[in-house]
DNA sequence: AATGAAATCTGTTCGTG
DNA sequence: CACGAACAGATTTCATT
């Protein structure tokens, strides 16, 4: 978890790395080093420190809700008083339903996801939801993907300058 | 992948296990019956099964966005004919950025969630979107939570009537 | 369907170059 | 960082209940 030492700029090899594992976060460090051309000590290596330094979080099965008897999915908005912010109540089990709480700049205080079992089972989780704040509430249709992984940033200098830029 | 002969719904042990291997997904067999009280063989056996029934989608390394070097997330709703629709688009190495894409219910046409390195990274990947159709764009401030452990849905019959019910 | 023990196989780790 | 060997551990199979 600490970031001891020096925090050095993830280079090719760990890309390879958290993206073989972002496939399959079972691979063995032998699997692994074939895929990266490194030997098995190399990669273990590699990886303890990703651990380390928190890249890499944790490892988990991807469940899928509707199999898992959750198929249903929504994105509520809500509005609410900082201080009875919602945020506060679902680390608990109140809301259990909740997989997701980001905070949001713009008018609304905050994303949420949610994964209910059945059109009432949303029903009464907004009702419970709604009496923090103003609500609005997105019913998810389908999926094409969820939980892609994630790649290096672009390294292109181009980015900075995409905006015309000011000037006086 | 197969929901090959009876698809039994799951049981407590089941889900025990699904709750087990969302927390870490590398546990062994060993460890896993430690925590479900089952030998290996039997947690072997189980695990085989809510993989070729799809429960268990794979496993991954969940990766810290900020310390990998994409500290911005964003959420995306676009609006856009259904023909020309970014859906389509986002299977590709076009968007590497839209980690996740869903189709909507409603007025706008599907939820996008997006990683990117900077500002002017989104700025330019918004452009990009944009291009494709009405847009609607929330910067998070910062995330609560995200890919917490789904949990079995209530078995509560209450959930059902939690409506007033319509009659005639 | 689960247990317990045994056998095989594989991964991990350590020392060396 | 790669190589090679020794150790440890996991997975699998089988017979039994």
Redesign the interface.
């Known amino acids: 978890m600490k970031t001891c030492g020096v925090n050095r700029?993830?280079d090719q090899t760990d890309w390879r790395i958290?993206a073989a594992?972002?496939?399959?976060?079972?691979l063995s460090f032998n699997q692994l080093g074939r895929r990266v051309n490194l030997s098995a000590p190399a990669v273990a290596e590699r990886v303890r420190r990703l651990e380390e330094?928190?890249?890499?979080?944790?490892?988990?099965?991807?469940?899928?809700?509707v199999?898992?008897?959750?198929p249903l999915?929504a994105?509520v908005q809500l509005r609410c008083a900082l201080t009875k912010c919602l945020?506060k109540t679902?680390?608990s089990d109140e809301f259990?339903e909740?997989?997701?709480?980001?905070?949001?700049?713009?008018n609304?205080c905050s994303?949420l996801k949610v994964?209910?079992?059945?059109m009432?089972?949303l029903?009464?989780l907004l009702?419970r939801i709604g009496t923090h704040g103003e609500m609005n509430s997105?019913?998810?249709?389908?999926?094409?993907?969820?939980?892609?992984?994630?790649?290096?940033?672009?390294t292109d200098p181009q980015?900075?300058?995409?905006?015309e830029g000011w000037r006086r």
Do not use: C
């Not at 994964?115 to 059945?118: E, K, L, M, N, Y």
């Open positions: 700029p993830l958290i594992l972002q496939e399959d976060g079972r330094s928190g890249v890499i979080a944790g490892y988990q099965a991807r469940i899928d809700p199999r898992a008897g959750l999915t994105f945020l679902t680390n259990p909740v997989v997701e709480v980001h905070k949001l700049s713009g609304w994303m994964r209910v079992a059945s009432p089972h029903e009464g009702e997105h019913v998810v249709l389908s999926t094409q993907y969820e939980g892609r992984a994630v790649e290096p940033p672009p980015l900075a300058s995409r905006s």
